[in-house]
């Protein structure tokens, strides 16, 4: 089954506890990216990839950092959560990028900073 | 900088009634598309825009795309209790395809 695979569901840490989230499509996708969701807010772009080994900022990428080692995966580092990164997450893939196809999500991740 | 704004930000319906939701973009969007999401669920695309003018639909679902390209609506005839969610519109950013940008999203309830 084509799918965007994100893991852990839930996620409760302690303020600059490093942690990771994972993302991992197996549709062979080109264009991977993260996103937040924050209440009023909607979904705001964290970090995108357009390819293995390249990865460029999205509108709010202040204290995340991805890796694009292999096309399948595109996971999301936190070195040092703080409280305000307490949101849902989520991982998405298209096989360009928004300009020609429609992206596909994760279940998300629900990450809680104490 | 450019910004997509939707309106309603919620709308409470009776089953039966009509919908519609509203995109604003500040800056010409080179395509529109349009995602659902469920409470508790991920955005699940819906359809995606690309010409000046277009209309497209999918049962009861009405896409429209603004002739200049700035604006975009979805109308849903007769609403269900499946319609329940969040509807969201997203488009290119204007100086970079590769970026992505969410308008804050419609809320749906329906009332049986």
């Known amino acids: 089954e084509a799918q965007v695979t994100q893991n852990p569901r839930y996620l409760i840490t302690v303020t600059g506890k490093k942690l990771t989230v994972t993302c991992s499509q197996n549709?062979?996708?080109?264009?991977m990216s993260w996103y937040r969701q924050d209440p009023g807010l909607g979904l705001r772009q964290i970090y995108y990839?357009?390819?293995?080994?390249?990865?460029d900022k999205g509108d709010v990428p202040e204290g995340y950092k991805v890796s694009r080692k292999e096309k399948r995966n595109f996971p999301l580092i936190l070195e040092s959560p703080s409280p305000n990164q307490t949101s849902l997450y989520f991982c998405?893939?298209?096989?360009?990028?928004?300009?020609?196809?429609?992206?596909?999500f994760g279940n998300g991740t629900r990450l809680t900073v104490t | 900088g450019q910004q997509v704004m939707q309106i309603p930000q919620y709308q409470h319906v009776q089953e039966g009634e009509d919908f519609t939701t509203y995109c604003n973009s500040s800056?010409?969007?080179?395509?529109i598309q349009w995602y659902k999401q469920r409470p508790g669920g991920h955005p699940v695309f819906l359809i995606q825009?690309?010409?000046?003018?277009e209309v497209k639909k999918q049962k009861r679902l009405t896409f429209q795309f603004g002739e200049a390209k700035k604006n975009s609506s979805l109308h849903i005839t007769a609403t269900q209790t499946t319609d329940v969610g969040t509807y969201f519109c997203?488009?290119?950013?204007?100086?970079?395809?590769?970026?992505?940008?969410f308008g804050p999203g419609t809320s749906l309830s329906v009332i049986p």
């Open positions: 800056t010409t969007l080179s395509n």
């Open positions: 549709m062979n996708h080109e264009y």
């Open positions: 990839s357009m390819n293995v080994e390249v990865t």
């Open positions: 997203a488009g290119p950013v204007e100086t970079s395809y590769d970026k992505v940008i």
């Open positions: 825009l690309v010409k000046s003018g």
């Open positions: 998405a893939s298209s096989l360009w990028g928004l300009n020609n196809s429609p992206l596909h």
